[in-house]
């Protein structure tokens, strides 16, 4: 008897990784698609099946710990995935053998499985809330045992109650560790490649493309680009007039138009307080010229509106440099661009200024 429940509790366990695994992130929200819902029910239906073929046999009852893969389906699927896994171990409980016992279980497992669906419309589901709802399923299958299936083992009851709450709360424990794990992992991989303020890359990352791009250029016939220096215009005022708080407004929709602006592949960066970069690969010098411009008028042509409600109109200067045109060395982009940039702003800022001359 508590063999079979070991090797429940160990099964049980090793699901847990592999469905953290398989749907990582996922877990966190239930606003899945129905067929998502019904693939995560397949998943804690099938392990049910599993739980109850290597449970035991007691008075021609099956023990097992299939109401966990139930309040897992709830707690991480909704209703579609508690549904799906209900029908997938009503279906091979009877398979199994069909008998009173299978018929009663079957019920009982549908009506244990209303509180988990209860508890799953909260918002967070704590460790504490997977203690009350094990409680209450289990004195529901207990109940059974005992008054509808004659089990009346006080060995059995201890043995199903000791390793169903602790397999339980294992599972929890499992997910809800694993999945944050995940998302931080996920998280701290975004802060090491994008700015956290305009979504678009940083400065560090915008390096490492650009010096791939080098290495392109270097071992590509033909191959050319362009490189895109951008501050905003009179930003300090902005800060100073407004405050911090709405220059962060200015900065944020700032990085949401330059992406407007850009083609897909065209990786675009924050790379210091209020200045912006972006890289034209497989991109002429007409082209790149045409896209400087586009951004231009896509800053200036339209108020960005503030946080306060007030509108504030925008504008920036570029700098652009273009390989083979400008320059023979790409590394040498960089220094083009600065250097009409700060032609841009000298001679009357809100303009485009690009670099014509080869070094």
Same mark, same amino acid.
């Given at each position: 008897?508590?063999?079979?429940?070991?090797?429940?509790?160990?099964?049980?366990?090793?699901?847990?990784?592999?469905?953290?695994?398989?749907?990582?992130?996922?877990?966190?929200?239930?606003?899945?698609?129905?067929?998502?819902?019904?693939?995560?029910?397949?998943?804690?239906?099938?392990?049910?099946? @599993?739980?109850?073929?290597?449970?035991?046999?007691?008075?021609?009852?099956?023990?097992?710990?299939?109401?966990?893969?139930?309040?897992?389906?709830?707690?991480?699927?909704?209703?579609?995935?508690?549904?799906?896994?209900?029908?997938?171990?009503?279906?091979? /409980?009877?398979?199994?053998?069909?008998?009173?016992?299978?018929?009663?279980?079957?019920?009982?497992?549908? *009506?244990?499985?209303?509180?988990?669906?209860?508890?799953? /419309?909260?918002?967070?589901?704590?460790?504490?809330?997977?203690?009350?709802?094990?409680?209450?399923?289990?004195?529901?299958?207990?109940?059974?045992?005992?008054?509808?299936?004659?089990?009346?083992?006080?060995?059995?009851?201890?043995?199903?109650?000791?390793?169903?709450?602790?397999?339980?709360?294992?599972?929890?424990? *499992?997910?809800?560790?694993?999945?944050?794990?995940?998302?931080?992992?996920?998280?701290?991989?975004?802060?090491?490649?994008?700015?956290?303020?305009?979504?678009?890359?940083?400065?560090?990352?915008?390096?490492?493309?650009?010096?791939?791009?080098?290495?392109?250029?270097?071992?590509?016939?033909?191959?050319?680009?362009?490189?895109?220096?951008?501050?905003?215009?009179?930003?300090?005022?902005?800060?100073?007039?407004?405050?911090?708080?709405?220059?962060?407004?200015?900065?944020?929709?700032?990085?949401?138009?330059?992406?407007?602006?850009?083609?897909?592949?065209?990786?675009?960066?924050? @790379?210091?307080?209020?200045?912006?970069?972006?890289?034209?690969?497989?991109?002429?010098?007409?082209?790149?010229?045409?896209?400087?411009?586009?951004?231009?008028?896509?800053?200036?042509?339209?108020?960005?509106?503030?946080?306060?409600?007030?509108?504030?109109?925008?504008? *920036?200067?570029?700098?652009?440099?273009?390989?083979?045109?400008?320059?023979?060395?790409?590394?040498?982009?960089?220094?083009?661009?600065?250097?009409?940039?700060?032609?841009?702003?000298?001679?009357?800022?809100?303009?485009?200024?690009?670099?014509?001359?080869?070094?």
């Amino acid at each position: 008897m508590l063999k079979e429940l070991f090797v429940n509790l160990t099964i049980l366990i090793t699901f847990n990784y592999l469905f953290t695994h398989l749907f990582k992130e996922r877990l966190v929200h239930k606003k899945d698609s129905i067929s998502f819902q019904a693939v995560k029910g397949l998943a804690c239906g099938l392990l049910g099946v @599993i739980l109850m073929v290597f449970g035991f046999t007691y008075q021609h009852s099956i023990i097992d710990l299939r109401n966990i893969p139930i309040m897992i389906a709830a707690l991480y699927g909704g209703w579609v995935s508690t549904a799906t896994a209900l029908v997938m171990i009503a279906a091979g /409980r009877m398979l199994i053998t069909m008998n009173t016992s299978a018929i009663y279980s079957v019920i009982i497992i549908c *009506i244990a499985a209303i509180p988990s669906l209860i508890v799953s /419309r909260r918002k967070k589901v704590q460790l504490k809330h997977a203690f009350y709802l094990l409680m209450i399923t289990n004195s529901m299958i207990s109940f059974s045992f005992y008054f509808l299936i004659d089990l009346h083992s006080n060995e059995l009851h201890l043995y199903f109650w000791i390793v169903s709450i602790a397999g339980g709360m294992l599972s929890l424990y *499992i997910i809800d560790h694993e999945t944050n794990a995940h998302l931080l992992f996920k998280q701290y991989k975004f802060q090491a490649h994008f700015d956290f303020l305009t979504g678009i890359y940083n400065r560090r990352k915008f390096e490492e493309i650009t010096q791939a791009l080098y290495q392109q250029a270097a071992n590509t016939p033909h191959f050319q680009f362009a490189l895109i220096y951008m501050d905003i215009d009179h930003f300090k005022t902005i800060n100073d007039q407004y405050g911090h708080h709405e220059g962060d407004q200015v900065l944020k929709e700032l990085g949401s138009r330059l992406k407007q602006s850009i083609r897909n592949t065209d990786p675009a960066a924050r @790379i210091g307080g209020e200045e912006f970069a972006v890289l034209l690969p497989n991109c002429t010098l007409d082209k790149a010229a045409q896209i400087a411009e586009r951004i231009r008028c896509a800053v200036s042509d339209a108020p960005i509106r503030l946080t306060n409600g007030e509108e504030l109109s925008v504008t *920036i200067s570029l700098g652009a440099s273009h390989y083979p045109n400008n320059t023979e060395h790409p590394e040498s982009l960089p220094i083009l661009a600065d250097q009409m940039l700060y032609k841009a702003k000298e001679t009357g800022r809100n303009k485009v200024c690009f670099s014509e001359k080869k070094e």
